[in-house]
């Protein structure tokens, strides 16, 4: 019993990193309304600035964030300014230009393909940090510390935008812009610089979530592809758009994911995710928290 | 419009070119890449069945080209079932796939539609992936299912040389053109336009868009898994990563939407120029410069989609027809 209740515990907090990562991808498609599918991709641009970060000054993992969180803010800020908001621009009237899926599709392969071409297909981390390996024992259970620190950063994460979203000036006019961007443009809101903005916020995001995998995971150039699929079928499940949805939609796939090989094959929980994914598609598209107007 | 005749002498000369092409070249190498090329260019124009006529993105069609490759494969190791027939068994499978998948997500927004693709398409390969049975069938997970070239002749589906594999997949794509222009003349194929452009306007009007959309659906898996068949065929060794990989789900789609999607010309126009690209960088760069095609891949669709959304035929449509128009001496009134 007590590896279950190990596991579920170890499960809720990778899943909180998860949820992280995930979160970035929701505060895009509630402003812009459009999935990026080229999330993971920007989560792995994120590990590998952390990474390099990290191996070139020595320092704590997490004080990476420092140089991390502003380099993707900007990359985002243009990735959308030079690249999509002339598709929204030209295709007014689409609430959800599928051109847009395009473009983010073809930025994925090329942030990928240009990864391997620069730092080649060789797994990285980053041995020598004060996290790596750390475990933490609570009885006769073993919690993984960077994780657990993962975990936080991920509240605290949310915690953040949630705050930014309502109490500042910005925030409301990203609330306004979500609600009806026609609207929030007749009352002088630069529609395209609020874009511009949440998608910088959507990457620095991603790249927090880089930040705080970088202690205990692989990088490789398509180490984004794991979790741009992930990262969909969580704000599915937790219903797009929504902040908290995105943190317990991750958390019950980490649950899952390190709970199932207890009861089988470690890759067939990936089926079970899945599965569950196609079943809430179908039965559920509007998430455990989502708004039925977005799908 | 140009005159008809106009219009079907470069036809004509297209396809006396494409059959008389492997008396010129008798490369191995050569030929190999164009067989290839014919196969995307079939396997996009399955695809721009529903990517482009019915206005949906679906990201996961190599799912298709897996199922129909394991069911003929499957048929013939374990049952001896020409492939011929196991070819058709598989596409009715994936046909019947198909509908499922669209059934419920035909209805939702278009982002919905391509991630349930790309899930599916992931769950299946997963699948494949971790079972060594299925039933009676023997599918050896990530092992995958190797064609002993024991047999050959054209009851088999099995050739020494690389001709037969040529002309095969060149009839299949004529084939696949020639349905593709009949539909886009059909009733279905102006459902299908208007569902895709204004769903509420057609719904309006009377036209069943889900329906329309379903039955391309339908018909676009169905063609897909006709050429995992031939794939399985042709390379005669298949395992999950090479005929479910969501690489090629996406390069599928990348070609077609690059070449124009919704056009009947696009999608082999896509396959023309970018299979090529692929090919060869991948035999002159692939050890220097991995993924450089991808890049390439990449950079041509974001360039296309912002400058040319409705891809690269548009252009090259207008350029040939000022030419065709010039070299008929001017007579035709302006269109």
Known sequence: MLFIIEDTLNGILMGAIYGLAALGLTVIFGVLKVINFAHGSLLMVGMYVAYWAVLLTGVHPYLSLIVVVPVMFVFGY?????LIKPIFKSEKEVREPITVIIVTTGVWYILDNLALLIFGPQYRNIQDNPLRGKMLEIGEMMVSVPK????????????????????????????ATSLDRDAASLQGINQYRIYNIAFGLGTAVAGVAGVTLVPFYNIFPTV?????????????????????????????????????????TATWTEAIVYALFLAF????????????YDW | MLPSRARKLPLVLVALAAFGLPLVVTSATYLHILILLFLYAYLTTSWNLVGGFAGVLPLGHAAFVGIGAYTSTILSLQYGVSPWIGMFAGALIAAVVGVIIGLPTFKMRGAYFALATIAFAEGIR???????????FQING????QIPPLKTGLVHFMFADKEPYYYIILVMLAAVLALTWAISRSKLGFYLVAGGEEPEAAQALGVNVARAKLAAMAMSSFLTALAGTFWAQF??????????????????????????????????????????????SR?????????????????????????????LQEPLTRFYQQAMRRLSGGREAAP
């Open chain 1, 78 to 82: 243009l990735l959308q300014d030079i």
């Open chain 1, 148 to 175: 657990l620190w993962g975990f936080f950063t991920a509240l605290a994460t949310a915690l953040l935008i949630y705050l930014f979203l309502q109490k500042t000036r910005m925030g409301r006019a990203v609330r």
């Open chain 1, 224 to 264: 984004g592809v794991l979790f741009d699929i992930k990262c969909f079928i969580i704000v599915v499940l937790g219903g797009l758009g929504s902040i908290g949805g995105a943190l317990l939609g991750g958390m019950i796939i980490g649950v899952i994911e390190s709970v199932g090989p207890q009861f089988m």
């Open chain 1, 281 to 292: 598609l179908f039965l559920k598209p509007s998430g455990l928290f989502g708004v039925k």
């Open chain 2, 126 to 136: 997963v699948m494949f992936e971790n079972i060594d049975h299925l039933g009676p």
């Open chain 2, 142 to 145: 990530p092992r995958g299912l």
């Open chain 2, 235 to 280: 390379t005669l060794y298949i395992h999950p990563k090479s005929v479910m990989s969501l690489d090629i789900s996406f390069e599928i789609a990348f070609i077609a939407l690059i070449g124009g999607r919704g056009s009947i010309a696009g999608p082999v126009l896509g396959a023309l120029l970018l299979r090529p690209v692929s090919d060869f």
């Open chain 2, 283 to 311: 035999i002159y760069f692939g050890d220097t410069l991995p993924g450089l095609h991808l890049i390439i891949f990449g950079v041509v669709l974001v360039l296309v989609m912002l400058f040319q959304p409705r891809g």
